[in-house]
């Protein structure tokens, strides 16, 4: 299959160029001005072509929940997010179909779905979102959530001696669990990427963490987590290990170059020193991280210290959205209110190379992916610069990063697979995904989470808010 996009606009050092990028079997084969075109012609006047984004972190599943949860800190919300988490492979099925077309029209190509297993049922989980992605045609890298630590455990226990109920599944099935979706799923040439991924120190035992490095070596898989997202998890960690979260990590081998961690807000600056001798890279949340009131991570510190930072939007109950662009944007400027000097504040070419090679780099997979390179698959989105968001002409990135662009996004290629065109979503009847969304949803004024109410006296204790009413 080939292709050629002539005369679209594509950045450069100096500025901007208008050039022709032709694709031969997936991959960009050249890109130059007046290529002799090969295959079909498309037409990229007035349009901006950009390597793909990565959404290098989120929850497809959460989608069902999305708008719904009160002003909430994680360790409560999650509790009320589990008491209504879907218990239909279908639902897995359809939210991410929804997540993808989310990610496309803003920006993405790829994404990393953390994904939440029902219990039970965890292989048809995964199977339904893997049925979801191959169908719509977005690069997929799932990382079941797993754990092996109840709820409970996920707070700091100050000296209340609280007693955590046994968790539903033992290490080694959990385990065993991983290595069957492996087997039964990993499939990069369709697309599909497995991941490990324990949700983070605060609900995963060592024997957990380290069972899955002893599978992702074995299987050259990358590893995925969250990493200290709230002060909670800070305070848990010191109690749990006697040592910083991040030292911990390091001592058991879990940072690596293919490790990405979600969040990375609480560390400091001998945790940021391990990150960029490890080569992890930080999965930046912004919305999450604000609509959780989980703090503001350190980014500035992080690029300066030579870490690799990518943007996920985090999972549509806590953002609650999927839109890349977004949380690329108040991920950026976010920074300009933590760091007076002006000169390392992030520039909207930075935000682009984050959100695509950043993200890239983070899967272990910049050879292949990130950038507009002859070689590398041809993952991209072209803009449609003639839209009023992104009018009068002014630098293109700069609006599209800063501005509000809206219904940008003219067409998307993942592996050279054009998977929108004219702004519409060609694999897959979005109108019948909306239909089907529609129709297993209702609308809800109020509901009540039955665990918030029984765990909310021991977080306000522990978390010194007592004081407060
Ligand atoms: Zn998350």
């Keep these: 299959m080939s292709f050629t996009i002539q005369n679209a606009l594509i950045p450069v050092e100096s500025g901007y160029e208008t050039a022709d990028v032709q694709v031969v079997d997936n991959c960009i084969s050249a890109i130059a001005p007046n290529l002799e075109p090969a295959g079909r012609v498309i037409d990229g006047k007035n349009k901006l072509l950009l ?5 290098a972190h989120t929850h497809s599943s959460e989608m069902w929940q999305r708008g719904i949860i009160p002003p909430l800190p994680l360790e409560l919300w999650i509790a009320e997010l589990y008491d209504f988490t879907p218990l239909e492979p279908e639902q897995v099925y359809l939210s991410a179909l929804g997540t993808a077309v989310e990610t496309w029209l803003s920006g ?4 990393v779905d953390h994904l939440v297993l029902i219990p039970g049922q965890e292989l048809e989980t995964i199977a339904a979102a893997v049925r979801a992605y191959q169908e719509i045609g977005i690069r997929a890298f799932i990382g079941p959530l797993i754990q092996d630590e109840s709820l409970t455990a996920g707070m700091p226990a100050g000296d209340s001696g609280i007693e955590h109920a046994a968790y539903i599944r033992s290490t080694k099935a959990t385990l065993e669990l991983m290595e069957t979706a492996i087997k039964q799923f990993h499939n990069p040439e369709k697309g599909v990427n497995m991941l490990l991924a324990p949700t983070g120190i605060q609900l995963c035992s060592d024997a957990l963490f380290e069972g899955c490095i002893e599978l992702s070596d074995r299987y050259n898989l990358c590893r995925h987590a969250h990493l200290l997202e709230t002060p909670a998890q800070k305070q848990l960690a010191h109690e749990k290990y006697g040592c910083s979260a991040v030292e911990h990590l390091q001592e058991i081998g879990y940072l690596s170059p293919r490790t990405s961690l979600a969040h990375c807000v609480w560390l400091d600056d001998s945790d940021i020193a391990i ?23 350190p980014i500035l510190k992080y690029r300066q210290a030579g870490v690799n930072v990518s943007f996920g939007c985090d999972g549509a109950a ?4 999927q839109d890349l662009l977004e949380a690329i944007k108040i991920g950026s400027i976010l920074h300009n209110i933590t760091d007076l000097d002006y000169r390392q504040w992030i520039t909207p070419r930075q935000s682009v190379e984050m959100a695509s090679l950043g993200g890239a780099k983070g899967l272990n997979a910049a050879d292949e992916m990130g950038s507009l390179t002859v070689g590398k698959k041809a993952d991209f989105v072209l803009y449609d610069l003639t839209s009023l968001s992104l009018l009068p002409r002014t630098d ?4 599209l990063i800063l501005g509000r662009p809206t219904n940008a996004v003219d067409s998307v290629w ?10 519409k979503v060609t694999t897959i009847d979005v109108d019948a995904l909306r239909r089907k969304l529609f129709d297993r949803s209702e609308w809800t004024g109020k509901r009540q989470s039955q665990t918030v109410s029984e765990i909310e006296a021991h977080y306000r204790k522990v978390m010194n808010l007592q004081g407060y009413s």
């Design 51 to 55: 390597p793909g984004f990565v959404n």
């Design 396 to 399: 293109p990135i700069g609006l």
């Design 414 to 423: 993942v592996n050279g697979k054009q998977i929108v065109a004219e702004g």
């Design 275 to 297: 990150m960029a001798e490890t080569g992890a890279t930080v999965v930046h949340n912004p919305l999450s991280n604000l609509r959780l009131g989980s703090g503001i991570a």
């Design 318 to 321: 806590s953002n609650d959205s």
């Design 108 to 111: 993405g190509t790829s994404v």
